[in-house]
């Protein structure tokens, strides 16, 4: 049976290129092209070719990126744009649809970034080259489908080919135990996109109209078990890529075991996906069993909060250390979600952007004093300063930057996150001031426990054979700028970044407001 694959955009988006389709397939036709390089291991040349092609392509689709969404896409619209539809395989009900609203566009922007920063980290890497930037490239591919995607199934395939090429790059290109780690991961994230499959089929299959098309799930009208049901299995699904208590075990073996590169895109993108889906559909697609969930999700992220700064504090390896900190720092955006309200939405998109440039800046840093010291246990580093001045700036600053320090991103998102919860009227004043002090003691054990780490690696008694190590290199320099710069400008000027998606937001709790009054409304007792 043929597919029919003629496309057609949107009218509000005035135009006849695909741009959306034009952005995924870029970084994959890249990969395409990566068997046609001769397999030279030798030579030096034939080992930077890989590289200076995935570099190449990934800047075109960053650049087009930027380009298209600060040209096409209006900041004060909350509906979808630029939307490309093509019937795939309409036997299956499957479309290539794409979209792009507030909840997307800084994401898509963001991975783009992450992805070409984690291939032009990868400098190093020498053996499989070909192989190594083919998987970064099909991976910026299904990151930007995850982001984009406007059909359930086409998501659904898009969250599956991504797992594929992190399996394949930690299980080959990591640790000591990297296939440990690599299974784990896997297993993990596999057995939860099971969840994911049965709830948004059960979604799909409600009612007359069989759709995998979002916009057409939103309209839907779900009977309250089955919403509940759909929910729990999208939070728990979601949830291990976010990832949440206790579902987050894989994360610091995964990072532990992955080259630097790698963790970068752990960090910076990957756990956004998790943020991202739970908007997308625990939110926007089934809001009354969000409002019900909400006071749950917020317990659930003060237990991330302070589960995983404690956590930190017993890891003796700096990524390790890193790792449990995303876990307690992730938790903030589970509390802006379950804060039900514009602030508290918009921190939990902006706590995502932040978090994603400032762990990749931590996990940048960490990867280039591994490649001088061989070595990522605190316990053997010592006196780093003297010799790494301008690398111990850089990690320090990033430090500052996820303690949440005033003036940079992550104090703005996270400060936004705690007024959501204080202005959320539906939950009671014992709640609320409950929740802000267990969360203010994450806040408080964060810059213990980075601070720490930054004494016991950076200064302390100067280990000898670490005193001749070289200082960052220019392109080091440049991608550790291309990280940090952005979260100043957040950090001074947030509306860069809120601009983006907060008519989407203030949509998104208008929408949850309304269904909360008319639950409220049913509730009452009839005159």
Do not use: C, H, W
């Given at each position: 049976m043929d597919a029919d694959?003629?496309?057609t955009v949107a009218s509000n988006a005035s135009i006849g290129t695909p741009w959306l389709s034009l952005i995924v397939l870029l970084p994959a036709i890249g990969a395409l092209l990566m068997p046609l390089i001769p397999e030279e291991e030798e030579e030096?040349?034939?080992?930077?070719?890989?590289?200076?092609?995935?570099?190449?392509?990934?800047?075109?689709?960053?650049?087009?990126?930027?380009?298209?969404?600060?040209?096409?896409?209006?900041?004060?619209?909350?509906?979808?744009?630029?939307?490309e539809r093509a019937n795939w395989l309409p036997f299956i009900g499957l479309e290539w649809s794409l979209g792009v609203d507030g909840l997307s566009a800084p994401l898509v922007i963001l991975s783009g970034l992450i992805t070409l920063l984690s291939a032009a980290a990868s400098w190093k890497v020498r053996s499989k080259t070909r192989l190594y930037f083919a998987l970064l490239l099909v991976q910026a591919s299904a990151q930007a489908l995850v982001f984009l995607s406007q059909d359930f199934l086409l998501f659904f395939l898009a969250w599956e080919l991504e797992l594929v090429?992190?399996?394949l790059l930690i299980a080959i290109w990591g640790g000591k135990r990297k296939l440990y780690a690599a299974t784990k991961f896997i297993l993990y994230t596999a057995l939860a996109s099971l969840l994911i499959l049965i709830s948004g089929l059960a979604l799909a299959l409600y009612g007359n109209d069989f759709t995998f098309n979002l916009s057409e799930l939103i309209n839907k009208d779900y009977p309250k078990g089955l919403s509940l049901l759909c929910y729990l299995g999208f939070?728990?699904?979601?949830?291990?890529k976010l990832p949440i208590f206790p579902l987050h075990t894989w994360l610091p073996d995964a990072h532990g075991e992955a080259n630097a590169p790698v963790s970068m895109l752990l960090a910076g993108v990957l756990l956004k996906m998790g943020g991202y889906a739970l908007l997308r559909f625990n939110v926007q697609i089934l809001p009354e069993a969000h409002i019900q969930f909400a006071p749950a999700l917020i317990i659930i992220g003060i237990v991330n909060i302070i589960y995983g700064a404690l956590n930190a504090f017993a890891q003796d390896n700096v990524k390790r250390r890193i790792a449990c900190s995303s876990v307690s720092h992730m938790g903030f955006v589970l509390l802006g979600i379950g804060a039900i309200n514009s602030l508290g939405i918009s921190g939990a998109m902006l706590q995502m952007i932040s978090h994603g440039l400032i762990a990749a800046a931590m996990f940048f840093v960490t990867g280039s004093f591994y490649e001088r010291t061989n070595t990522l246990s605190i316990p053997n580093m010592g006196g780093l300063a003297k010799v790494l001045p301008i690398t111990f700036a850089f990690f320090l600053a990033s430090?500052?930057?996820s303690l949440a320090l005033p003036g940079m991103s992550g104090f703005v998102s996270e400060i936004t996150i705690f007024l959501g919860i204080t202005s959320q009227s539906e939950f009671t004043s014992i709640f609320r001031v409950i929740t802000i002090l267990i969360a203010a003691i994450g806040l408080i054990l964060t810059p213990i426990y980075l601070l720490s780490m930054c004494r016991r690696?950076?200064?302390?008694?100067?280990?000898?054979?670490?005193?001749t190590i070289e200082e960052m290199s220019p392109r080091e320099l440049t991608i550790s700028l291309s990280l940090l710069v952005p979260t100043l400008f957040i950090g001074f000027w947030p509306r860069i970044a809120i601009d983006f998606y907060e008519t989407t937001t203030n949509a998104l709790a208008n929408n949850l407001a309304s269904h909360n009054l008319i639950a409220i409304s049913h509730s009452l007792p009839l005159a």
């Open positions: 694959l003629s496309l030096e040349a034939q080992t930077q070719l890989p590289r200076n092609l995935a570099l190449g392509f990934l800047s075109i689709d960053f650049v087009l990126m930027i380009a298209v969404l600060s040209r096409f896409f209006d900041t004060q619209k909350d509906n979808l744009q630029l939307v090429p992190v399996y939070l728990i699904g979601f949830g291990v430090s500052l930057a690696v950076f200064f302390g008694p100067r280990i000898p054979a670490l005193a």
